[in-house]
C-alpha cells in the first residue's frame, strides 16, 4: 500500500514537502511517481524517480520549482514543491511499479499500485 501526507493549504508562492510511504511490500525497486488532478480536470503527471533516485522526470509546468526524491531505507518518496502557484491546486496522488526499458514514466497507465490523494490548496 501506498500513502500520501503532506497536503495542506498555502500562499502563493509558498513551499510544501509531501511524502509518500509504502507498506506491505518494499518498494526500493520500483519507479515512483506522482500524478495530480484538480477539481474537473483529468489526472496529469507530475514528477517520477527511478528506482534508485539516480534519474527523475518533471511536467513542463512544474520542472524548477518541484524536486522530487526518495529514501530507499524508509521506503519514502518526497516530492518538494517550491514557489508553488494557485494552479497548482490539485489532489497528489503517489504512484509505484517496476518501470523497464521503453515504458513511459510520465503515463499514469505505467503504475500498478496508487495511493489516496492529498489536497494541496495554494491561496493567491
Known amino acids: 500500500q501506498l500513502q500520501a501526507f503532506g497536503g495542506g493549504l498555502v500562499q502563493a508562492e509558498g513551499s510544501l514537502r509531501l511524502s509518500c510511504a509504502a507498506s506491505?511490500?518494499?518498494?526500493?525497486?520500483?519507479?515512483m511517481g506522482w500524478f495530480r488532478q484538480a477539481p474537473g480536470k483529468e489526472r496529469e503527471f507530475v514528477a517520477a524517480?527511478?528506482?534508485?533516485?539516480?534519474?527523475?522526470y518533471y511536467a513542463d509546468s512544474v520542472a524548477g520549482r518541484f524536486t522530487i526524491s526518495r529514501d530507499n531505507a524508509k521506503n519514502t518518496v518526497y516530492p518538494q514543491m517550491n514557489s508553488l502557484k494557485p494552479e497548482d491546486t490539485a489532489d497528489y496522488y503517489c504512484?509505484?511499479?517496476?518501470?523497464?526499458?521503453?515504458?513511459?514514466?510520465?503515463?499514469?497507465?505505467?503504475?500498478?499500485?496508487w495511493g489516496q490523494g492529498t489536497l494541496v490548496t495554494v491561496s493567491s
Open positions: 504512484a509505484a511499479n517496476r518501470i523497464g526499458g521503453g515504458v513511459s514514466y510520465y503515463t499514469s497507465s505505467s503504475y500498478a499500485y
Open positions: 524517480i527511478n528506482w534508485s533516485g539516480g534519474r527523475t
Open positions: 506491505g511490500r518494499t518498494f526500493s525497486s520500483y519507479a
